[in-house]
């Protein structure tokens, strides 16, 4: 059985850096599973789909691949071949991720690929429904969050350090939006599973929280 971790929790959690330190620190693979519902938004847009279209948006997932590949800076993610790892990141996108996310069918595709992924290897899977869906036999289960605020606040910085000129109010406004999509869908909505660690990171730090996971992890596979 291979060593599989679920971390899942809101927007701005911290759980895509978190897991890559994790990941890293066990040398295994970080599946960021965001990244494929946001190549689906982003197939939606480009074929000019509403991304509220749900038969639309169906129908776009059933005629692209989406894949993963791993390089020396981690994962790149595919979609019919093409590296679009640094055009999922706008808020375009983001906003229409969350969207697709909603349908069953978007959802089903995506969860067979992951779960054929976590099967195959030693791996670390962060999204919304890793411990509740699709790894709901996974070796350790973490839940991530901190209070709205702190989470803008923080992807705030980081929309800035690239260049973004959103401010804080509209960064905590669409955070606000998305987490009621993500927590409030009728298929597979976001919550921690029954058996996950919830880590509160408002006043935690990064290195407190990577050394909480990974020791749980270590526990786990001694
Ligand atoms: O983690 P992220 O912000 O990159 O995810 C983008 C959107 O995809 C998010 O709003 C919810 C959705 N998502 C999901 O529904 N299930 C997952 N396992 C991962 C992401």
Known sequence: MPLNLAIDGPVGAGKSSVADAVAKR?????LDTGAMYRAVGLAAIRQGVDPRDEAGVS????????DVRYGQEGQHTLLNGEDVTG?????????????????????????????TLAARQDMLLDGRDIG??????????????????????RRFLELESKGSTDTYEQ??????????????????????????????????DFAAVVDAIAALAEAKRA
């Open 59 to 66: 129908t776009v997932c059933d005629h692209i691949a989406v």
């Open 87 to 115: 055009l999922i990141r706008t808020e375009e996108v983001s906003m229409a991720a969350s969207t697709v996310a909603r349908y069953v069918h978007v959802r089903q595709s995506m969860v067979k690929l992951q779960q």
């Open 171 to 204: 960064v905590l406004e669409d955070l606000k939006k998305r987490d009621q999509q993500d927590m409030h869908r009728a298929v597979d909505p976001l919550r921690p599973a029954e058996d996950a660690v919830v880590l509160d990171t408002t006043a935690m």
């Open 26 to 30: 066990l040398n295994i693979l970080h």
């Open 132 to 153: 509740t869906r699709v790894l709901p036999n996974a070796t350790v289960k973490i839940y991530l969050t901190a209070s709205p605020e702190e989470r803008a606040r």
